[in-house]
């Protein structure tokens, strides 16, 4: 694992290159697409400067939803929260500095990390749909274009989460297998000359304990469907929208599954929280602060998470949609 580069002071994160070449990719892949489609390519240039910029809004705004409890906390009443959150850069941090648990609204919208999948999928569907409506284009079959391209860049943005070692890993796994569990290592900053350094390791580590390698799993599901789509779905000229509800459902399902694997707070609980063997509640989404090997060891799914809920939404969407619009009826003269 690397998590960033330093070139004269200005650091770079491996998570950040792993994205720019996810979009790479698709810029790559999208033109070729819509020329085999007849389909207009200054549409997909500007589509995809929407993609990018609705993603990350999107995932930081996600990221915001996540943590939104340790942004709005505390005893203060609501006019002195709303006054520290919106005009301090740190929050409520500001009032109380002893309090690692808080967390600025601004900072955490503008911080290097916290991206949330969700967030960055819904926004970014938003501004191409949008876009697509205003520009007159037919949404559907531009969106079967796009499609290959979003699941190859989910997976290769997933790796960034593996290399960055950003903590969007599981909990400790009970078996060892290959490439599917892996120990994160945390290192520090190591410099090479008076312009260059580079820090090994990840953001966080798991202090030794083998872990699910969740960011792993998703990548090469995402990786699964792009094949698919490549060699075979989009050739079988089925009705506009049909790869895009394949995604959904595909994507949906995915994420849905391997959440009972990765550490993250539960929306609806189903099960006790997990607590450390002494009976203390574990604390989730506290970066702050270094992890010891009982927070792996003894974390569990308690019940399902945000991403969960969202990702069932997004599939069923798929499905309804299949069925309701009769997408799998294909186009004999397309096929």
């Not at 997909?44 to 705004?61: E, M, Q, R, Y």
């Not at 990786?223 to 060699?231: C, E, H, I, T, V």
């Amino acid at each position: 694992m690397l998590e960033r580069f330093e070139l004269f002071g200005l650091p770079i994160s491996t998570f950040s290159l792993l994205m720019m070449a996810a979009f790479l990719t698709a810029a790559y892949l999208i033109p070729k697409e819509l020329r085999r489609r007849g389909l207009k390519e200054e549409v997909g240039d500007h589509s995809l400067l929407l993609a990018v910029i609705g993603t990350i809004i999107g995932a930081k705004l996600g990221y915001v939803l996540e943590v939104w409890g340790r942004i709005w906390r505390g005893p203060d009443e609501f006019l002195t929260k709303l006054e520290y959150v919106l005009f301090n850069w740190h929050g409520l941090r500001v009032k109380y500095p002893m309090d690692a648990e808080y967390l600025g609204l601004w900072d955490t919208l503008f911080s290097q990390g916290g991206l949330v999948f969700y967030g960055g999928f819904a926004m970014g569907f938003l501004f191409l749909y949008l876009y697509l409506r205003y520009k007159k284009e037919p949404i559907w079959s531009y969106g079967d274009a796009f499609i290959p391209s979003m699941a190859v860049g989910y997976g290769i943005g997933r790796l960034g989460c593996i290399v960055s070692g950003d903590g969007c890993f599981g909990y400790g796994a009970s078996v060892d297998i290959p490439f599917l569990t892996m120990v994160y290592h945390d290192g520090s900053l190591q410099k090479l000359t008076s312009w260059f350094a580079y820090k090994p390791g990840g953001v966080m580590g798991t202090d030794g304990v083998n872990v699910w390698n969740t960011p792993l799993m998703e990548a090469l599901l995402s990786w699964a469907l792009f094949a698919w789509m490549m060699l075979k779905l989009r050739f079988q000229g089925f009705k506009p929208g049909f790869m895009v509800a394949v995604f959904l459902v595909w994507n949906g399902i995915a994420r849905f599954l391997v959440e009972f694997l990765r550490i993250n707070d539960a929306l609806i609980p189903v099960l006790d929280h997990p607590t450390y063997q002494d009976g203390t509640p574990i604390a989730h989404h506290t970066h702050s602060v270094q992890h010891t090997a009982a927070y792996f060891e003894n974390w569990h799914w308690y019940g399902f998470t945000q991403s969960q809920v969202f990702g069932l939404i997004i599939a069923l969407a798929g499905i309804i949609w299949i069925v309701q619009k009769k997408l799998y009826v294909r186009d004999t003269q397309k096929s």
